[in-house]
Antibody, heavy 117, light 112 residues
Framework: QVQLQQSGAELAKPGSSVKISCKASGYTFTSYYISWIKQTTGQGLEYIGYINTGSGGTNYNEKFKGKATLTVDKSSSTAFMQLSSLTPDDSAVYYC??????????WGQGVMVTVSS | DVVMTQTPPSLSVAIGQSVSISCKSSQSLVYSDGKTYLHWLLQSPGRSPKRLIYQVSNLGSGVPDRFSGTGSQKDFTLKISRVEAEDLGVYYCAQTTHFPPTFGGGTKLELK
């Protein structure tokens, strides 16, 4: 069955970076893009961007350019998102989802990122 | 960005009751291919969002036909007939016609 397994919760200091992963199984990884979504209580759901898992090409929501960097490792069927120069506003749950639109049929379980000194 | 406005923000319902949720967009969601990329998601407590309906009215895999979606252009509705306990959670509409995709603020469905 299709699964997107995300890495564990992160506690990071302001100014640092984190890299979270999304490992796909149960389907041909390179047949679907992977998108990333941020969820906070205040801002709700926000679309970050997507990565073409075959070519590595990316497209970002303007709001997250410079904040998020999406990469992929086809050999392990894993997509990654690095968040840099972290601030408390980056504290959120981050989801990966199958497909490039962020409204796909399969989602990961989410990763809680907490930014605190 | 396209603004998605959902109403009401919360609903209190009894099991077996029918409910409707409204979603309005700031721009038409008809894409150049003629299709309308408006979707509905449900986030059950403690879970990831799950897609219920895609492209206005198409049920996702395994979604019961108690759920139905209607609408066009900028005005859309999700209807749940005969609410069951498993339907409780937060419902989101989402548009993927325009980049970036955007989501409504959510409608929390609770038990009366």
């Amino acid at each position: 069955q299709v699964q997107l397994q995300q890495s564990g919760a992160e506690l990071a200091k302001p100014g640092s970076s984190v890299k979270i992963s999304c490992k796909a199984s149960g389907y041909t990884f390179t047949s679907y893009y992977i998108s990333w979504i941020k969820q906070t209580t205040g801002q709700g759901l926000e679309y970050i961007g997507y990565i073409n898992t075959g070519s590595g090409g990316t497209n970002y929501n303007e709001k997250f350019k410079g904040k998020a960097t999406l990469t992929v490792d086809k050999s392990s069927s894993t997509a990654f998102m690095q968040l840099s120069s972290l601030t408390p506003d980056d504290s959120a749950v981050y989801y990966c989802a199958r497909g490039r639109t962020g409204s796909g049929d399969y989602w990961g379980q989410g990763v809680m990122v907490t930014v605190s000194s | 960005d396209v603004v998605m406005t959902q109403t009401p923000p919360s609903l209190s319902v009894a099991i077996g009751q029918s409910v409707s949720i409204s979603c309005k967009s700031s721009q038409s969601l008809v894409y150049s291919d003629g299709k309308t990329y408006l979707h509905w998601l449900l986030q059950s407590p403690g879970r990831s969002p799950k897609r219920l309906i895609y492209q206005v009215s198409n049920l996702g895999s395994g979604v019961p036909d108690r759920f139905s979606g209607t609408g066009s252009q900028k005005d859309f509705t999700l209807k749940i007939s005969r609410v069951e306990a498993e339907d409780l959670g937060v419902y989101y509409c989402a548009q993927t016609t325009h980049f970036p995709p955007t989501f409504g603020g959510g409608t929390k469905l609770e038990l009366k």
